[in-house]
């Protein structure tokens, strides 16, 4: 009693795009992972898609929040242009808030749409992942929340072939683990930075 129990790191990854593991190697693990996956560039593993500027985030009751022009953007967009041809259990759509899943989940029942922590475990090709964030008084209240480097971890390594970051025009320059995600997606594809949406209504 009172010796700590040994950890050892299984250092073989065999399930995501060697992009996508790229980032959670690089910023949570040292470089000790050995991805055996190739990265197809070509099909853009990792993608951001920004919103219009506005307020979207809405704060029910002062608690947790949702952004309904986030759920428009994936519904509208990110999946009809990318993803179109993927069978919907293909597709994972996550987000740190429950009130954000019960939006999407009134939008569309037929894709599967849960918490990043609730997706501990689980896996999809694609990964759709929405912030709710933007620059408000209450996006900054909730920020700490959302940045944390755990859930940003579980939330992009979900991912096996695709990951998509969807986020506020002003891609949260107030955070750090997000803004180092961002920033490793933008240098993965410097020729397509980020798509900037163009659902205004």
Not at 52 to 69: E, F, I, K, L
Not at 136 to 157: E, M
Not at 175 to 197: M, V
Request: proline share 5%.
């Amino acid at each position: 009693a009172g010796g700590s129990i040994p950890r050892t790191l299984l250092r073989e990854h065999y399930r995501c795009d060697a992009q996508i593991i790229g980032y959670c190697n690089a910023k949570f693990y040292d470089g000790q992972l050995l991805p055996f996956k190739t990265s197809d560039a070509a099909a853009h593993p990792l993608r951001l898609w920004t919103t219009q500027p506005g307020s979207h985030m809405r704060s029910p009751g002062g608690r947790a929040g949702t952004n309904q022009r986030e759920v428009d953007v994936v519904l509208g967009e990110v999946i009809p242009t990318h993803f179109a041809a993927h069978h919907r259990d293909k597709i994972g759509v996550t987000t740190p808030f429950r009130l954000q899943v019960d939006k999407f989940e009134a939008a569309d029942a037929t894709l599967e749409v849960d918490t990043v922590h609730k997706y501990q475990g689980r896996e999809r090709d694609v990964i759709i992942m929405s912030t709710v964030l933007d620059q408000t008084t209450a996006g900054a209240k909730r920020l700490q929340f959302v940045d944390d480097p755990k859930l940003i971890n579980v939330a992009v390594s979900r991912a096996k072939t695709n990951f998509v970051l969807v986020t506020e025009h002003g891609k949260l320059p107030a955070s750090r683990h997000l803004r180092d995600l961002i920033g490793y997606i933008e240098y993965q594809n410097p020729d397509e930075p980020n798509i900037e949406s163009g659902i205004v209504s």
